[in-house]
């Protein structure tokens, strides 16, 4: 399969007023087209930033320390503003978790759409409008025609998100990045959503990358998956060897203290859930060693002294942790 | 048998939205919509259902934040619409809440001690002393330390917040705790932690809790007996297992399928999903347009919630034929 993207050690750090944090700490992933790479972590884990890294988006007061993005071989970073501006729409997309902030309340959603494509097709104002209208269609919005005159308060919350898809469809990008697409989102909603972007990536051969807090949907709507913690990929494999047979303790305890669902069966369904102990370390004061040694059961002295790497402990399937890495050999 | 602890018998209420100058016509929207429902005590009654179905203003109305225009609702035998401010009061003590949002549903200017003290000097339970160690205990009960009390909420976590709000709710020893999606707010690892702490107060306590949430796994693992509501009505109560394994309602079928599965191996769903939750006019039955079981029936009359068999009550005209 043909490499799309490849994250090198990519290092994006803050500075605040009250000290620099590293958001994503040295993150290196690779990307096939045609793929669904889930990035899975709990809030302030750097999955946003990992996304708006790629997309050369991040806040002002963040800059990318060290690493590369290799899309088609090409370093994004040291690519212009310019240059860069070219990518996003036309190469890579991006949606984000509300689709509300992310459209213009005073233009029409037809309109809005017709800007994306202008921007990085040629063609005049009344076909953008025309090409709008298909992608509505294509995305499966109802009577396309009469919505593009719509504005994005006339619409709910899910064919708001749909608005967005469309958009971000607009130039046939290889790479859709999904920030929380559906996490604003009903259920029954959040269903449709996942199935019209996996159905999207099927017909155009794309990319993807799913953020997400939920194993679940990760579960149903990704091949691959990296598991995030601290500012680090700490687990990252095919979908069903995470589910199967996870190694990392974080994804273990993430994985068994789902309710329902994933590990526990209506038998033990009276029981208590596994959880994991303590809350996520703050990235000002990152204890030493391993990130999950305070909350992990299983640490060791080592653990708390050095930072394990990640280490390929079976074809494809990577984790960073001294006692799984130790087990498997 | 368990007592009837709450009898909520046909509660309806309606907000009118727009109607102003430069409007069209009014828009109603029955956000409770003849709910019959009772809650007995000692159990977990779940109730689950998307935004905008009426759910956390079946709350409210219970707790009474809100004003029923139809029906009535009794703790107790006791029409609790009917309380004077001295009963509502004791009504008060007897039934309280937990939010959704940590964030906002803590005083930012009281510390954690004061906030959990707060009900129990409005109510005058013992003496400012006293009542400051019953809030100490109930601290550490929810798993806070003595050297907390004196944070203010800024200072903690998600998950240690709605610790502070379950103190604050357990403080004056209620019967029923109405729980209001007490842990989407929170992350994976957390959620199971709050999830647990429940639990234990729920057996410590003795308590009766109407749970909230959205999320089926969530409600699966807590309930024992669930409801689900769409656009204002109950659609169909049940057991939980009778829920889980044998849905009787066609939008129960439809959540449960849409429910995202941690297995990857599981064949995908067959059910398809359609449609989003819209009003469906007057007449027939609210899910009409996404139901894919429809008949000539359920567009002219809205389906009655009737005893099924399995124990369940299910709205719909196709209960059990399909």
């Given at each position: 399969m043909q490499t799309l993207l490849e994250i090198k050690n990519l290092k994006t750090i803050f500075s605040t007023a009250r000290g620099v944090i590293k958001a994503v700490d040295g993150v290196s992933l690779i990307l096939h087209a045609g793929e669904t790479l889930g990035i899975v972590g709990e809030s302030g884990c750097g999955k946003t930033m990992l996304a708006l890294s790629v997309m050369g988006l991040i806040p002002a007061n963040g800059r990318i320390a060290r690493g590369e993005v290799l899309l088609n071989g090409q370093n994004l970073l040291s690519l212009t503003e310019e240059e860069m501006r070219e990518k996003r729409g036309r190469d890579i997309a991006m949606i984000f978790q509300e689709p509300m902030t992310s459209l213009n309340p005073v233009l029409r959603i037809g309109e809005q759409i017709a800007e994306a494509i202008r921007l990085h097709q040629h063609v005049p104002a009344k076909e953008a409008l025309f090409l709008s209208e298909r992608l509505l269609g294509e995305v499966g919005i109802p009577e396309p025609e009469r919505r593009v005159k719509d504005y994005p308060h006339q619409l709910s919350g899910g064919m708001r998100q749909r608005v967005m898809i469309a958009m971000a469809m607009s130039c046939r990008p290889q790479l859709l990045l999904a920030d929380e697409p559906t996490t604003a989102l009903d259920v029954t909603i959040q269903a449709q959503i996942l199935n019209l972007i996996s159905a999207l990536k099927e017909k155009n051969n794309m990319a993807v990358i799913l953020i997400t807090h939920d194993l679940g949907i990760v579960a149903e709507a990704a091949q691959k998956v990296a598991v995030m913690y601290a500012g680090k990929v700490v687990e990252t494999s095919e979908v069903e060897k995470l589910f199967s047979r996870p190694q990392h303790p974080y994804t273990r305890g993430l994985i068994e203290s789902r309710p329902s669902g994933c590990a526990d069966t209506e038998a033990n369904g009276e029981a208590y859930l596994k959880t994991i102990p303590g809350t996520v370390p703050s990235l000002y004061d990152l204890p030493p060693g391993c990130r999950?040694?305070?909350?992990?059961?299983?640490?060791?002295?080592?653990?708390?002294?050095?930072?394990?790497?990640?280490?390929?402990?079976?074809?494809?399937?990577?984790?960073?942790?001294?006692?799984?890495?130790?087990?498997?050999? | 048998?368990?007592?009837?602890?709450?009898?909520?018998?046909?509660?309806?209420?309606?907000?009118i939205l727009g109607g102003g100058f430069l409007q069209n016509r009014p828009r109603i929207i029955r956000a409770v919509n003849g709910v019959d429902l009772q809650i007995f005590e000692g159990e977990t009654l779940g109730l689950v259902g998307e935004s905008g179905c009426g759910k956390s203003t079946l709350a409210?109305?219970?707790?009474?934040?809100?004003?029923?225009?139809?029906?009535?609702?009794?703790?107790?035998?006791?029409?609790?619409?009917?309380?004077?401010?001295?009963?509502?009061?004791?009504?008060?003590?007897?039934?309280?809440?937990?939010?959704?949002?940590?964030?906002?549903?803590?005083?930012?200017?009281?510390?954690?001690?004061?906030?959990?003290?707060?009900?129990?000097?409005?109510?005058?339970?013992?003496?400012?002393?006293?009542?400051?160690?019953?809030?100490?205990?109930?601290?550490?009960?929810?798993?806070?330390?003595?050297?907390?009390?004196?944070?203010?909420?800024?200072?903690?976590?998600?998950?240690?917040?709605?610790?502070?709000?379950?103190?604050?709710?357990?403080?004056?020893?209620?019967?029923?705790?109405?729980?209001?999606?007490?842990?989407?707010?929170l992350d994976a690892s957390i959620q199971s932690q709050i999830l647990n702490l429940l639990k234990d107060l729920k057996k410590d306590f003795g308590l009766t809790y109407l749970f909230i949430s959205h999320d089926l796994n969530v409600i699966r693992h807590v309930s024992d007996r669930i409801a689900v509501m769409y656009l204002g009505c109950i659609v169909e109560l049940a057991d939980k297992n009778n829920l889980y394994q044998a849905a009787l309602h066609p939008y129960t079928r439809m959540l449960l399928a849409a429910m995202p599965n941690c297995d990857p191996h599981k064949p995908k769903r067959e059910i398809t999903i359609r449609g989003e939750a819209l009003d469906a006019g007057d007449q027939g039955c609210n899910f009409k347009n996404r139901c894919f079981y429809k008949i000539a029936i359920c567009d002219e009359r809205q389906p009655k919630l009737k005893s099924c068999e399995g124990g369940g009550l299910c709205a719909c005209h196709r209960a059990g034929d399909i």
């Open positions: 999950f040694s305070e909350r992990c059961a299983m640490a060791e002295d080592k653990c708390r002294l050095r930072e394990p790497e990640l280490m390929e402990i079976e074809s494809g399937h990577f984790v960073s942790c001294f006692i799984s890495q130790r087990i498997v050999k | 048998m368990a007592s009837v602890l709450i009898d909520i018998q046909k509660l309806g209420k309606k907000y409210r109305l219970l707790i009474r934040l809100e004003e029923p225009d139809a029906g009535r609702a009794y703790f107790k035998d006791q029409n609790i619409f009917a309380f004077s401010s001295d009963d509502l009061k004791i009504y008060r003590r007897r039934v309280q809440m937990i939010f959704q949002d940590p964030y906002s549903s803590l005083n930012p200017r009281k510390s954690a001690i004061s906030i959990i003290q707060e009900p129990l000097n409005i109510h005058q339970i013992a003496g400012r002393k006293q009542n400051r160690e019953i809030s100490v205990q109930l601290m550490t009960r929810v798993g806070l330390s003595h050297e907390q009390t004196k944070r203010y909420p800024h200072e903690f976590s998600g998950g240690q917040r709605q610790r502070i709000g379950i103190a604050r709710a357990l403080a004056l020893q209620p019967a029923l705790v109405i729980a209001d999606e007490p842990v989407s707010a």
